[in-house]
């Protein structure tokens, strides 16, 4: 578990046009994505660390689009 000013960064499957749609929301721990299409699905990885411990960890989501 990470401790100590933490620092979030996201690894996402290919998005198309991901700047326009794609937000972070509280320190980057939230990721937005605005008008989500089943081409959105896929695994997203979000890695915290720890710039004074150098620890690391990560959590994988997998998201699933449906009925649109």
């Not at 710039?51 to 990560?58: E, I, Y």
């Amino acid at each position: 578990l990470c401790s100590g000013p933490l620092v979030y960064f996201w690894h996402l499957p290919t998005l198309r046009d991901p700047g326009s749609r794609m937000r972070f929301s509280d320190s980057n721990r939230v990721l937005i994505i605005q008008g989500v299409t089943p081409q959105d699905e896929g695994i997203y990885t979000c890695v915290c660390s720890s710039r004074r411990s150098g620890t690391r960890d990560q959590k994988t989501f997998y998201l699933h689009v449906e009925g649109l």
